[in-house]
Nanobody, 116 residues
């Protein structure tokens, strides 16, 4: 059974930093593209950052230069380092694992709240 478990969310002041972690189990982690998405109240879920099995990354324009995604295949983990946080980064952040349209899994989400 596939599980993606996020951790590291919480309350942080604007300008601060936070690290999200996602621990995966039940999949061959190294072959999956891993991503972080977020959803704020009233908004659609949006891609924040993704990292392929080969290590290529892409970011939403709104977080470029502030957020960094990384993965550790030995630990089946994917991470999102968030710096210079803004109130508009407030959202529930979800971990995602996918292989094209063949497989697509989601974590339960972790709340990040940035206070001004």
């Amino acid at each position: 059974q596939v599980q993606l478990v996020e951790s590291g969310g919480g309350l942080v002041q604007a300008g601060g930093s936070q690290r999200l972690s996602c621990a995966a189990s039940g999949i061959i982690f190294s072959i999956y593209t891993m991503g972080w998405y977020r959803q704020a109240p009233g908004n659609q879920r949006e891609l924040v950052a993704a990292i392929t099995s080969g290590g290529s990354t892409n970011y939403a324009d709104s977080v470029k230069g502030r957020f960094t995604i990384s993965r550790d295949n030995a630990k089946n983990g994917v991470y999102l380092d968030m710096n210079s946080l803004k109130p508009e980064d407030t959202a529930v952040y979800y971990c995602n694992a996918r292989i094209g349209s063949a497989a697509n899994y989601w974590g339960q989400g972790t709340q990040v709240t940035v206070s001004s």
